[in-house]
């Protein structure tokens, strides 16, 4: 760029000395000096054309430095976010396998309730049935105690 402003600065300069070089009193210009005029017109142009678009270069780096940096800022905050839920992660994970090992512990003790509760059932099952026999001979029991005893009433008596 600043060889740019060098060569325009160079440029400038030249076309002083030309103009100086014209003499003020005379109105009329030699071919030669039109050319020569005319050139410098034309590089002047051109100069300008380039300064334009160098400012023109300039001000779209600009733009793009500030988008860099807003991006680099934005990726950099993501990846801080990205960090902080990893680590929630790694802690939800913890707190899953933890409850993970709660919930076998459960399921076994549940197992070994379901097991005793079982066991109760089966003894209060073989309880009745033995109690339902039992109530079956009961009649008879009493029967024979009733005959029993009139038997020893009767013996008393005799």
Partial sequence: MNTFFTSLESELSSSR???SSFDGSSTTLTIEQKNE???????LKEL???AAK???????????ESIKRTMTRSLESSL???NEVETEVKQVDQILAALH????EAQK???KMLA???GIYRSCKEMKMKLDALGKEWAVYEATARAGEEEEKSVEAE
């Fill in 48 to 50: 300008a054309n380039r």
């Fill in 17 to 19: 000395i030309v103009y």
């Fill in 37 to 43: 005029l005319l050139g410098l017109e034309e590089r």
């Fill in 109 to 111: 003790k549940r197992e």
């Fill in 80 to 82: 801080i976010r990205y």
């Fill in 54 to 64: 160098a400012v023109q270069d300039k001000n779209q780096l600009t733009a793009k």
């Fill in 116 to 118: 005793e509760r079982n």
């Fill in 101 to 104: 090992e709660e919930v076998v």
